[in-house]
């Protein structure tokens, strides 16, 4: 990709960690608008499993983009459902699971997510504006992963929180989803992100890495 961002070249192979500092949160915000498949590069391409979603049609395009997993900085919760219909929303609606068949899978995932059992339920219940910054994330995780994504695209996870809740989910995220996917953090430059442990590495300005 090259346009505002700068020119990108980054390949991500199955079960890899990559991290991509940006300096600045507009950098970020164009990077998972194009990986959402919300915005197109200004020029060359991204693939996601060696198809460009510019080149697909709506139907397929929205079956490629079912296989990835998207954190949004703010959670992305839809803000008029309560966190359990935000969590089972992407599921249902794209593999017909049903609400019963997905409350093992969602309290087995919230375990590993490090969300104890007695408040999951008061969690879910709560609407997305009376939710901290940390628990819309984990919202998002847990949303995320039980999907069982092939790649999981992280925006700024951690900015925002205190050191011990941002490396908490930086922790989660590594481990929550199964079979383990690709992971991609997008992340500020600061003291957590250097401490991430990634294959792979690139630093991302708006006139260029």
Known sequence: ???PLGPVDLILSAGETAKVIVESRA??????????????PASGRIELFGQDPA???ETAR???????????EDGGLISN?????NLILPATYHRGESPAALESRVS????RLGV?????????GKLPDQLTLAERRQVALLRAALMKPSLLVCDFLHAG???AAGEALLKAAATVAEPAPAILHLCPDDAVSARISADRSVRLGAEGP
């Open 55 to 57: 080149a697909l049609s």
């Open 1 to 3: 990709m090259r346009g």
């Open 116 to 124: 104890p059992a007695a408040s999951l339920a008061t969690l879910l």
């Open 62 to 72: 929205l079956d490629l983009l079912a296989r990835v997993g998207f954190v949004p």
């Open 27 to 40: 950098v970020a915000e164009e990077l998972f608008g194009i990986l959402a498949g919300q915005l197109l």
């Open 108 to 111: 087995a995932l919230a375990k």
């Open 81 to 85: 459902l309560k966190a359990w219909e």
């Open 161 to 163: 929180l205190d050191r």
